[in-house]
């Protein structure tokens, strides 16, 4: 999975990339979101329930740690990558994890 010069490897779990700091890269990156969360909408509504995506959540403050709660109460989330998080996004729920060492490229 590719979105805006992050890449995760679905096999290995591996995060890969940096994040952009261009606004269009930004732009990009929501409108990815928006994608991957009406996929899980979809999901929730098919017969598929026991599928558990993986979501990439980038940030670190309070808007990014209210977003990774909230997905991990999803059924369907079964684990929340917050890129780079903080210290209270790991702590708040075993399914959240902070990758670390991926910064904004300029």
């Known amino acids: 999975c590719n979105v805006a010069g992050l890449v995760y490897n ?13 606004p269009t890269s ?11 969360l009406s996929k899980l909408d979809e999901l929730q509504t098919s017969d598929e329930t026991a ?4 979501v990439i959540v980038v940030g670190g403050g309070g ?11 999803s059924p369907h989330v079964g684990k929340v990558l917050c890129c780079p998080g903080n210290g209270g996004t790991c702590s708040s729920n075993p ?5 670390e060492g991926h ?4």
């Not at 591996?14 to 261009?22: A, I, T, Y």
């Not at 910064?103 to 300029?106: F, L, T």
Request: positive net charge; glycine residues 4%.
């Open 26 to 36: 930004y732009s990009s990156l929501r409108k990815a979101a928006l994608v991957a």
């Open 51 to 54: 599928v558990e995506e993986t």
């Open 95 to 99: 399914k959240i994890v902070n990758v």
């Open 63 to 73: 808007r990014e740690h209210a977003i990774a709660l909230a997905l991990a109460k």
């Open 103 to 106: 910064s904004q490229s300029n």
């Open 10 to 22: 679905h096999s290995t779990g591996e995060l890969s990339g940096s994040v952009p700091s261009s």
